[in-house]
């Protein structure tokens, strides 16, 4: 499969607007990149979306591993992570390797790490750190994991000491799990108030409860993966007050897009974004700034030492 010309034509407008901020590019914190296997399992779940959701959710990039980063590369986009997660025990480590290896032969990728409660994600977790990763991935959704597992306390804590940001999907989209809302995950953060936190999709549909704990805890940001979209609109509307909000969280709201598992062109994402009309400075910090500061990057978006 190709990418279609539609999907190209629009995407060319993405570029336009970075280079008209004065960006050097865009830092996006919510992307994917899995082993072969796992990928041909995701892309097989969105083909059956009907079901899962009640709704399409056709796949827009669905290329090879080279090509998508190629994509990424024309997009702009100077630093992405390759986010796995495990949906049961004696996977995390195996994901972990394979992320921290990809990123160390992918330009560009931010090397990451995922665990799963079992007793030795403690041990993975570190070595994980050790091993340079600047960024860990939860899914409390997929993962159907209580994140205040006892036998994730070691690794929440090793987190918030380390000060290496996760990005967790607790939000209860598009579908509700047992531990998905904001009190488990709002419980992880009463006992580890320094945990550097970032809400996948921004918490949705409870953006407002996640904007709370946005605004309470230091270390919490909001990623804008899907926000806004005219495809999520349709599905998890946003409410009335979250720009205004956005714009009081100027220095925690970061890009985020899910790419390559969109149902639309990239260009859509950062259009959403811009259609929320809150400025050029907080496009700024969302598009580049802030995705930067997380992840340790330098001006021109490689690695700096002081993460
Ligand atoms: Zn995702």
Redesign the pocket.
């Known amino acids: 499969m190709t990418i279609d010309q539609q999907v190209a034509e629009a995407d060319a407008g993405v570029g336009r607007l970075w280079r008209r901020l004065g960006l050097p590019g865009l830092v996006d914190v919510?992307?994917?990149f899995l082993p072969p296997q796992v990928t041909a399992a995701v892309w097989a779940h969105f083909d059956r979306a009907e079901q899962h959701y009640g709704i399409a959710w056709p796949v827009t990039y669905r290329v090879g591993d080279d090509e998508r980063v190629a994509l990424l590369r024309r997009l702009g986009v100077r630093a992405f992570p390759a986010?796995a997660?495990p949906h049961k025990p004696g996977m995390a480590r195996w994901l972990t390797d394979w992320t921290l290896d990809f990123a160390r032969r992918t330009p560009g990728c931010v090397p990451s790490a995922t665990f799963y409660p079992e007793p030795d994600a403690g041990s993975y977790v570190g070595e994980a750190i050790e091993a340079g990763a600047r960024v860990f991935?939860a899914?409390l959704q997929v993962g159907r994991y209580d994140p205040t597992d006892p036998l994730l306390a070691g690794v929440w804590g090793r987190l918030a000491d380390a000060q290496v940001p996760v990005?967790v999907?607790s939000g209860s989209g598009p579908v509700p799990g047992l531990h998905t809302g904001v009190g488990p995950i709002g419980e992880v953060l009463r006992r580890h108030p320094r945990l550097r936190l970032v809400v996948?999709?921004a918490g949705m549909p409870e953006y407002a409860e996640h904007a709370d704990l946005a605004v309470r805890y230091p270390g919490v940001h909001l990623d804008t993966?899907m926000v806004g979209t005219p495809f999520t609109e349709s599905l998890m509307p946003m409410p009335a007050d979250l720009p205004r909000r956005f714009a009081d969280l100027g220095d925690k709201v970061v890009l985020?897009s899910?790419f390559p598992?969109i149902p639309y062109p990239y260009a859509t994402q950062i259009e959403a974004l811009e259609r929320l009309d809150l400025g050029d400075d907080w496009l700024r910090r969302v598009l580049w700034t802030n995705g930067a500061r997380l992840f340790g990057l330098g001006r021109d978006g490689t690695a700096s030492e002081q993460a």
């Open positions: 919510h992307v994917h986010l997660y991935k899914h990005v999907h996948a999709h993966t985020g899910d598992n």
